[in-house]
């Protein structure tokens, strides 16, 4: 895909990227997600809004397979990925973070973000090579780290760095895999407002060319960042639209964006 | 993620400081070893080696890759009796019947971990001791292991052919030599691409399969690995010894490597050769005095887990690494 521009977008085939059907899952007596049909198209950056405990996390573990669904059915580009291992799901395209953020706390910023690319250049069982192979990588490694403005630190522990450069970090290590659909939960939670600017536009950016879903509580990103906007409350659909129809539903407005917002 | 979470992890990865500890800190052991059968008991140095390399390649396991196995006496042990067997009743020469061992070793790592290694924490803890329980008790049943006996005047034989190993200096050379190439190929392993994936896994299990590695293949992989070195330490102790018996199969066996692992500093390299070293030291003083060795035990893996649970060698890297710490370079 090359320039991209979202407000001329075709208006023919906006392919789904990902799709969901029924999707629903149990734990014990508990129904977290109940029976969940969520359709993302190629190229946006689709938000997924509700309350704590809605079950946001829960959706992105089943979409990546990190959870197996009771019952639905997934669709990647075109792929059923219902059976899919997670790991295989991730070489179909599709990468996730985590909400609690995901690091390698006793590995470097570098080698973190290398550990992601190990995979795609084919250096990742290779035992019997000396580390210093890996430098190969460096290049890449140090453009994703200046992406997300964290050139200085490259050898700091990721364990050693603020709890908003382990976002950045983690975004980065997300995009060294250039997925094409990327599930992002809450990657700016816990940041700096100073920081969330930052990492705003470089989701903005690396939506170039990709899929992107978020879970975000900040309104004004969402506003901001996303083409469509999913409510999601007790772990069902409770509204989808453009932002401004979600915040002229009197629906959503009572279930999730309460009284304060207006 | 149980024990490895106290420990400082040293490596920095392809670290700047390294490059002058490692030289001197090999130096270091290659001029002990050389000094060392003239001012100790050479039998004491060589069973020394043995286990330092044993706790070695159990540290790559639990340091590098986050696993805690119980089983590893199962390799230890299973690979002394496949050696001392090989030597002593097809009389095979000592070089092929520790590489016999240690090919045991590996398809013992390979049974044992494709059963272990889907289990998560101590679950995983659990299998690999169920499953080296009952292949003690295989061992105790089996007709060639001479069950409570063992399997005793295990020839040394002619290394290659040629070289008497009945002499105490050829044979502690023999010893040095697996030894180093043992350590060598740990430090290979773990300092590899591939080793970078484990200590990837190690860190962060579910981070690294949203990058989309299939872990359990690489936790089987140095879980065989593991298990193969392991082997290596066990092959050569039994030619040392010329004995292999039921203790070396034993889930005690198992408990000591963790004990010297933990003591010496888990996820370093130095180590489990520095706590190998002095759990030996310890058993040698007491082993005549009649004193029960096992209360000793015990009260250095109190000692270690509420005082000093980065181990010897990891709380003195802390140690250095604050003193030279340079207060420019903070966040
Ligand atoms: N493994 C689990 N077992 C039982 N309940 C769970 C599990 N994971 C999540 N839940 C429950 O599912 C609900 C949704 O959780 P989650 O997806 O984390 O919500 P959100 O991300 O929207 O805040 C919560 O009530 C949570 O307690
Ligand atoms: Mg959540």
Redesign the pocket.
């Known amino acids: 895909m090359t320039a991209h521009d979202r407000t001329l977008q075709q208006p023919v085939a906006a392919r789904a990227a990902l799709s969901a059907r029924g999707l629903s899952k149990r734990?014990?007596d508990?129904q977290?997600i109940d029976d969940v049909t969520l359709e993302v198209a190629e190229g946006t950056i689709h938000a997924l809004i509700?309350?704590?405990?809605?079950?946001?996390?829960?959706?992105f573990?089943l979409l990546t397979k990190f959870?197996p669904p009771t019952s639905g059915t997934i669709t990647l580009g075109g792929t059923d990925i219902t059976r899919f291992k997670p790991e295989e799901v991730v070489r179909q395209g599709m990468v996730r973070s985590f909400?609690i953020s995901a690091v390698f706390p006793h590995l470097s910023l570098r080698d973190n973000v290398r550990v992601a690319l190990q995979h795609k250049h084919g250096l990742d069982r290779q035992f019997w090579l000396p580390e210093r192979r890996l430098n190969a990588l460096n290049g890449e490694v140090d453009a994703l780290l200046d992406k997300v403005g964290l050139s200085d630190l490259a050898g700091r522990l990721a364990s050693e760095v603020s709890y908003g450069r382990k976002r950045a970090l983690e975004l980065a290590t997300t995009l060294a895999l250039d997925p094409q659909v990327m599930l992002l939960?809450e990657p700016m939670a816990g940041m700096a407002s100073a920081d969330i600017g930052t990492i705003a536009d470089l989701i903005r950016r690396s939506g170039e060319g990709r899929t992107i879903i978020m879970?975000e509580h900040n309104l004004d990103v969402v506003e901001d960042l996303c083409d469509r906007v999913t409510v999601?409350a007790r772990?069902a659909v409770l509204a989808e639209g453009s932002f401004d129809e979600i915040r002229a539903s009197q629906e959503v407005r009572e279930s999730y964006m309460g009284a304060g917002h207006d | 993620m149980s024990i490895t979470d106290n420990t400082d992890f040293a490596d920095r990865g392809a670290g700047r400081s390294i490059d002058w500890k490692m030289p001197v800190a090999i130096a270091v052991l290659l001029g002990l070893m050389v000094v060392a059968p003239f001012v100790a008991y050479p039998i004491f140095v060589m069973k020394l080696l043995c286990f330092a390399l044993f706790a070695s390649a159990f540290n790559m396991l639990l340091g590098y890759t986050g696993l805690l196995s119980f089983g590893h006496a199962t390799f230890f042990g299973g690979a002394a009796y496949a050696t001392a067997h090989a030597a002593k009743v097809w009389g095979l020469e000592p070089l092929t019947a520790i590489l016999f061992g240690t090919i045991c070793a590996a398809a013992m790592g390979a049974a044992m971990g494709i059963v272990a290694i889907r289990r998560q924490g101590i679950y995983f803890a659990m299998t690999t001791l169920a499953l080296s329980q009952m292949a003690y008790f295989l061992f105790l049943r089996a007709p060639f292991t001479h069950a409570e006996d063992g399997i005793q005047n295990v020839p040394r034989g002619r290394l290659l052919g040629m070289i008497d190993l009945g002499e105490t200096m050829a044979m502690y050379g023999l010893v040095c030599a697996v030894f180093l190439v043992g350590m060598a190929v740990i430090w290979r392993i773990v300092h590899s691409p591939f080793g970078q994936v484990l200590k990837a896994i190690r860190e962060n299990e579910a981070r690294a399969i949203s990058l989309g590695y299939r872990v359990d293949r690489y936790k089987l992989g140095a879980f065989v690995m593991s298990a193969a070195l392991t082997g290596l330490a066990g092959s050569t102790k039994a030619l040392v010894f010329q004995i292999a018996t039921l203790n070396d199969v034993a889930w005690h066996m198992s408990g000591e490597v963790i004990l010297m692992t933990l003591l010496g500093g888990v996820g370093t390299v130095l180590g489990p050769i520095v706590g190998a070293g002095v759990i030996v030291a310890i058993q040698n003083m007491f082993a005549t005095t009649g004193f029960p060795v096992s209360v000793i035990m015990g009260a250095i893996f109190v000692i270690c887990v509420m005082l000093f649970r980065k181990g010897i060698v990891g709380t003195l890297g802390q140690y250095l690494r604050q003193t030279r710490r340079d207060p420019g370079a903070k966040e």
């Open positions: 734990f014990g508990f977290a509700g309350p704590n405990g809605a079950g946001k996390s829960t959706l573990g959870i909400q939960d879970v999601l772990g």
